[in-house]
């Protein structure tokens, strides 16, 4: 059976937690549900790929691939948008119009979700908000692609793949390619900070599918 659409469901900016995120919604003219299906990626264009920087971070996780990839099909953004620099605000469903908040229930990632974060930077002092999109979910590859929107201060996309190690684990590799308008932040700023955004994500996926197998150490 299929779920039908909610229509202009209005948000319901009271459940979310974070100032920036709220912002970001209303400076994006983003009242309803129906105004998401308006944003558009600002995703990777290999027609002038010399344009972009690339960054890339490989993390290891001891369990097999099919749990590992389970705990990112599963996890809830709250939990794994969950740590000192990263949280989550608000997730946008496309195939039944509507937002995901906080306390919700989820029933899993797929492609067409929007996900808009809090970052919080110079130990708190700093705030903004960021929107990005789930563009492809490929469970036979083992491969998740994120794209930046439109509008933000990156341009890009994200590739996360899979790999089983040699002993039996999982390689998770995270590559990025990315550019903005200012080459101090693409050069000095965004390495380091999505470093850190990208490993408190990747280890919150870690703890969730480490803890389907007790009898892996964690």
Known sequence: MVQSKSVHAAIDLDRIPQKKVKKFITDYGLHTTSAFVN?????????????????????????????????????????????????????????????????????????????????????????????????????????????????GASEGSQWITMRETADGFTEVSHHTLYKSK??????????GLHTKAITEFHASVRRKAEGFNLSVAV
């Open 39 to 151: 944003m558009r990626q600002a995703g990777y264009d290999a027609s002038v790929n010399s344009t972009y920087h690339t960054h890339h971070k490989t993390f290891v996780i001891r369990q097999c691939v099919s749990l590992v990839w389970d705990a990112y099909m599963t996890i809830h953004p709250k939990e794994a948008w969950k740590g000192k620099m990263v949280s989550f605000g608000v997730q946008y469903s496309n195939r039944d119009n509507k937002l995901n908040y906080i306390h919700d229930d989820y029933d899993g990632m797929e492609a067409g979700q929007i996900i808009i974060l809090n970052l919080k930077l110079l130990w708190g002092a700093l705030n903004i908000a960021v929107a990005h999109q789930i563009a492809e979910v490929n469970q036979q590859e083992k491969l998740i692609k994120l794209c930046y929107m439109v509008g």
């Open 182 to 191: 200012s080459n101090f932040r693409d050069k000095t700023l965004y390495p």
